[in-house]
């Protein structure tokens, strides 16, 4: 018996858009997965010899680029933030849109850029390669959540963090004035593994054909 595939997700709302394409192309978690008090990270697949993982969006990344999951779904934020080489992303799947954006307090926006910032962030790869172009060194403080508190305590000028809506931002007075990246969940794989094991590339035209009936559609 081959070794069972393992299949990475991450918590939240990627993984609530990405459950029913997973289903389509035949990655159905068992009933567990389900269970909101379960505390389980590792659960099998309905009639399948693959297994799912759930943990940590930057985790999923991780887990495929070093080969302890042969497959994952993540934000293109993560992807572009690590650059693994042995990581690749063969499938936009068009679901999880946001955007990476430099966000600072309403009423300071505007005006020449300093040559140095400091920014609060959980992106400091994307963040410094940003501003480089911009000719600014960007200090970044790395945070991991409450992003919006930084520039109000002084800990930093300004944010980097994803935007959906803008309401948060708004409603920690600050504005969003200008945009990285825009971000859609991908379909990633161990390069080892696409190459070795058939059932990764099969996933891979599984999710692609998926992908080009919803926009034929």
Known sequence: MPKPLTFAVPKGRILDEALPLMARAGVVPEAEFHDKKSRALSFDCENSDMRLIRVRAFDVATFVAHGAAQVGIVGSDVVEEFNYSDLYAP????????????????????????????IASKYPNLTRRHFEKLGVQAEVVKLNGAMELAPSLGLSSRIVDLVSTGRTLKENGLVETSRILDISARLIVNRAALKTDERVGALVEAFRALVSEKAAA
């Open 91 to 118: 499938v936009d799947l068009d679901i999880g849109h946001c955007r990476l954006s430099v966000a600072e307090p309403v009423g300071e926006e505007g005006g020449a850029l300093p040559s140095h910032l400091r």
